[in-house]
């Protein structure tokens, strides 16, 4: 009787039996099989036939590749393995991609649905004034002025890789009203 393949995979470090049986289901049967194709491809390999995973196997895949903890990997590498991982996944990747930036939340990232930002790279070439003001347009709402700070945040990340909190932003915001050259939208 050959051995049980979620056994060797479930061993690794990060993975369990559930992580272990999707990567079997995916055909990835042994320790040296996941070494040989690497972490980003074992993930969409176990994407296609398990759509809801978690991106935590993503963390937990290259943890176990290098013997780390995921939650080290996921701290210090979440936004370069997402954008890894999804150059060929479509939407879904780049949301979370844009999810993996410091300052977007579901809230946000459905802001930029509606701004019709899809990727971390399209946000890279964005201003952070006219998102602030099509925001206002294209939702009919006035909105916080706090939503131009994460803009500006975001771009800024998204540009440079350095994740700043939003209220860094802020300063630069309240300068810029008290000397009115902040977006004001036309009535």
């Known amino acids: 009787m050959s051995p049980d393949p979620t056994l060797a995979l479930a061993a690794l470090r990060n993975l369990g039996p559930r992580s272990a049986a999707m990567l079997v289901r995916?055909?990835?049967?042994?320790?040296?099989h996941l070494?040989?194709?690497?972490?980003?491809?074992?993930?969409?390999?176990t994407r296609r036939v398990a759509p809801g995973v978690s991106v935590n196997l993503l963390y937990a895949l290259v943890g176990?590749?290098?013997?780390r903890d995921w939650r080290k990997v996921r701290r210090n590498d979440r936004l370069a393995l997402l954008l890894a991982a999804g150059d060929r996944e479509g939407?879904?990747?780049?949301?979370?991609?844009?999810?993996a930036l410091r300052n977007i939340g579901p809230a946000m990232l459905r802001d930029l649905r509606l701004l019709r930002i899809r990727s971390v790279a399209q946000l890279a070439?964005?201003?952070?004034?006219?998102?602030y003001l099509r925001l206002e347009r294209l939702s009919g709402q006035r909105q916080d002025p706090c939503v131009w700070d994460t803009f500006a945040a975001a771009i800024h990340q998204a540009k440079t890789g350095e994740a700043?909190?939003?209220w860094q932003f802020t300063p630069e915001r309240k300068r810029r009203q008290q000397e009115g050259s902040f977006p004001q939208r036309r009535a």
């Open 35 to 45: 070494r040989r194709i690497g972490a980003i491809a074992a993930f969409r390999r």
């Open 91 to 99: 939407e879904s990747a780049g949301d979370a991609a844009l999810l």
């Open 26 to 32: 995916a055909g990835i049967r042994t320790p040296a």
């Open 125 to 131: 070439r964005c201003d952070a004034d006219r998102l």
């Open 64 to 67: 176990a590749l290098e013997g």
């Open 164 to 166: 700043l909190p939003w």
